[in-house]
């Protein structure tokens, strides 16, 4: 047997078996606020996050109920909030590219401004 034509479907098999280690497909972690939190409208607060922007991923921008509010150059770090109104509020976090085109590397968390 051709040797390149074992060595094709071995190559295949071990992208399929470990497809996140292959592909390198990066992740966003928000560690505060956590989901479900309940943040004042008075204090100051911050957004703390850890982001791998996989091959794609250039920089992440920062939402607030999908209205875009900062633009972060740094991968891990904190991001200080305006004051938000009152209610329940989405905050994201997600990966773009130099274009400043998300790549749908993302996480949200849900919040309560009182």
Excluded: W
């Excluded at 060595?7 to 390198?24: C, K, M, Q, S, Y």
């Excluded at 976090?93 to 949200?108: F, L, R, S, Y």
């Amino acid at each position: 047997m051709n040797r390149k034509y074992f060595l094709a479907p071995l190559a295949l098999g071990l992208l399929l078996a470990f497809p996140a280690a292959g592909l390198g497909q990066g992740k966003v972690q928000i560690t505060s606020p956590a989901d479900g939190a309940t943040l004042d409208a008075m204090d100051e607060n911050r957004l703390v996050y850890d982001v791998d922007p996989g091959p794609r991923g250039d920089h992440v921008h920062v939402y607030v109920d999908d209205k875009e509010v900062g633009i972060l150059r740094k991968l891990k770090g904190s991001y200080l909030l305006e004051a938000m109104p009152s209610g329940k509020r989405d905050l994201c976090v997600k990966v773009v590219n130099k274009a400043h085109v998300p790549v749908g590397i993302e996480q949200c968390v849900q919040v309560t401004v009182k």
